[in-house]
């Protein structure tokens, strides 16, 4: 960290797989961010990956009222992030999947490695799944509505430069200069006025916001309905499957 922009470095076990235990990190990054006297911050995460999303083995047991509560607290984290004041620059070094893809729309920019073998997208669909408003208000703020329909109802993973051109991503970097380049654009950020931002970061998240706390309780058992349903049963424990070969 500097005075200007805190570097918030997301490890937090394999692939930084959303457990509990990586939420609780998400927030406190976001504790020390907002307790220090940086006005911007970089999230970044670790080696290639910035986070493959939800800790599906981890979660596919639970039964509803257990996983109801994690999908809370996901949301939750994600407004954290989200309704934070001051601005804070994605680094997307690597896979930001699911999971991992919902917490960088929470940024307000979005710098990712230019290496082909990325990928970063929303493909809860493809699993049988929906997305909650706590990922639907935000990524409807952060893409064009002609981009809506590969990231949400297809639920495509996509490349960098394919990222890029759907407005999933603003930028890209070469790996050797990723975080420098997030730096410098937080850096730019932290340059305006924070009073300012605050209050026009706010204003522009204030609808999704009041959508978000009036939908959130229907949207969630709708979800829910999806997890458990026996497509998405089925896809899911493939998903583990595959993941513990």
């Known amino acids: 960290m500097n005075e200007d922009v805190a570097i918030l470095r997301l490890q937090g076990g394999k692939a930084n797989a959303m457990s509990s235990e990586v939420l609780d990190l998400i927030e406190r990054l ?38 109801k509560a994690f999908i809370d607290r996901f949301g939750a984290v994600m407004l954290r992030v989200f309704a934070c004041e001051r601005p804070i620059v994605a680094a997307v070094n690597g896979h930001a999947i699911a999971g991992g893809c919902v917490l960088a729309l929470q940024c307000d920019w979005r710098v990712m490695i230019d290496a082909p073998e990325a990928r970063i997208g929303l493909n809860e669909t493809q699993l049988g799944i929906g997305l909650p408003s706590s990922v639907l208000e935000p990524l409807k703020l952060a893409v064009p509505a002609a981009s809506l329909v590969p ?6 993973l996509f490349t960098p430069a394919e990222a890029q051109g759907l407005g999933l991503v603003h930028e890209l970097a070469a790996a ?18 924070s009073t300012a931002v605050a209050q026009v970061k ?17 949207e ?24 513990k070969r």
């Open 30 to 67: 976001i504790d020390r961010f907002e307790a220090s006297e940086a006005r911007a911050a970089v999230l970044v995460g670790y080696e290639r990956y910035f986070s493959a999303g939800l800790a599906l083995p981890l979660l596919v047991e639970l039964e509803r009222p257990a996983m």
């Open 151 to 156: 990231i949400a109802y297809e639920g495509l």
């Open 176 to 193: 050797g200069e990723l975080e420098a380049r997030a730096t410098s654009r937080a850096r730019a950020l932290a340059t305006v006025p």
């Open 202 to 218: 706010l204003g522009l998240r204030r609808p999704a916001l009041e959508a978000i706390a009036r939908h959130a309780a229907e």
């Open 220 to 243: 969630t058992e709708r979800w829910l309905d999806t997890w458990f349903s026996p497509p998405a049963r089925t896809r899911l424990q493939a998903a583990v499957a595959k993941l």
